[in-house]
C-alpha cells in the first residue's frame, strides 16, 4: 500500500515536471522568434548601414570591409539566423511584374474618301503593332520571372553607392543591445522578453530617425513642394511598411519626378527601387513567391521600358505630325479657296464694270443721238419759218 502510493506521488511530481518544462521551452521558443525577426530587421543590410558610425568619404573597399567584419560577427550570433532562414529566401523568390499598359488611338476624319480609308488602315496597322509589341514584353516578363537569381554583394555595390546613414542614437543603442545578447542555454526567458521589448524601440528609433534624414534630403532637392510631401509620404509608408496599395498609388505619382533621384546615396539604401514591386506583393501576401532582380535582368527591364517610351514618344511625334499635316493642307485647301473666291469675285467686279462701262456708252450715244435728231428737228423748223 505504502509502495503503491509513493509512485503515484512521484508520478504526480514527474508530471508536474514535464509540464512546467514544457511551458518554459514554450517561452523561450517564442521570445527566440521574436528575437530572431527583430535581429534580421536590426541587423540586415540596410539598417546595419544605417547603424554604422562611417564618414561619408569612405570608399567602396572600406565600406566593404566593414561589412565583411559584421559579418564574421553575425555568424558567431545566436542561433536564430537557422530559424529565419525560410523567411529570408522567401524575400529573396520570384514575382510576377505585370506592365500591361492599353493603347487606343483616335481616328481622324478628312474630306476627302481616299485619305480616309487611308488613315483607317495606317491606325489599324499602328494598332496591330501595338498588340504584337505588348504580347513580346508580355513573353519577356514571363521569361525573366521565371528564371531563378542569386545575387552577390559586388554586383548590388555597382547598382548605387550604400553610404551610411548615421543616426543621433544609434550607435549606443546598438552596442546596448548587442552587450546583451549571451547564448540562448544561459538565459532567462524574462531577460529574452525584455531584451526582444528594448529592440523593438531601437528599431522604431531607427525608423524614426532614418525618416527624419530622408526628409532633410528631400527638402533639398528640386522638386514642387507638392511632389515633395508626396515623397516623404510614400517613405513614411515604405519605412514602416503599411498598406501597399497606397504606397504603389503614391509612387505612380511622383515616379516621373524622382527619377533622376533614384541612385541617390540615401534614398537608394532606404527603398530598392528594382525590387519595390516584389516588396509590395510581399507586404500584400506574405507566403507568395517573388522574384528578386539582379542588375543585368534590371538593367534590361530597364532598358526594354526606355525603348518603349522611346517607341511611344516616336508614335505619338508621328500622329502629331500627321495631324499637323492635316491641318496644314486643311489651311492650303482653304487658302486655295479664298484665293478661288477672291479671283471669282475680281472678276465678277470686272465684268459687272465692263458691263457698266459699255452700258454708260449706251446711254450716252443714244444721248447723243437724241440730241443730234432734236437739232436736226429744230433745224428744220427753223427753215420753214
Known sequence: MFSSTTNIFFSLVFLVLLL????????????????????NGLYSKHFRLLAEPSSHGSSKKTMKENENEEEDEEVNEDQNEDQNEDQNDDENEDQNDDENEDQNEDEYEEEDDDEKEDEEEEDEDEENEDEED??????????????????DEENEEQYCELIPILPNS?????????????????ANSEYLLDKNLYDLKTFKNLNAAKKNYADSIIDNMDLTENVKNIFKEFLYYYINKKDPNYQLKLYKQIEPDIEKYKK???ICSIIDFRNLNSDLQYLRN????????????????????????????????KKIKKEQDKIKKERIKELEKQEKMKYEKQEQEKVYLEKKELQEKHEQSQKQKEKEIKDRRNKLLSLRH
Open 20 to 39: 512546467l518544462l514544457s511551458i518554459k521551452t514554450n517561452i523561450l521558443e517564442k521570445s527566440s522568434e521574436i528575437q530572431g525577426r527583430i535581429y
Open 264 to 266: 541617390n546615396h540615401v
Open 286 to 317: 506574405p507566403k507568395g513567391d517573388f522574384h528578386v532582380l539582379s542588375n543585368e535582368e534590371y538593367e534590361n527591364r530597364e532598358k526594354k521600358k526606355k525603348e518603349k517610351q522611346q517607341k511611344k514618344k516616336d508614335k505619338l511625334q
Open 134 to 151: 505588348n504580347d513580346k514584353e508580355d513573353e519577356d516578363d514571363e521569361d525573366n520571372d521565371d528564371e531563378e537569381v542569386n545575387e
Open 170 to 186: 544609434s550607435e549606443d543603442t546598438l552596442k546596448k543591445s548587442k552587450n546583451m545578447n549571451i547564448p540562448k542555454h544561459n
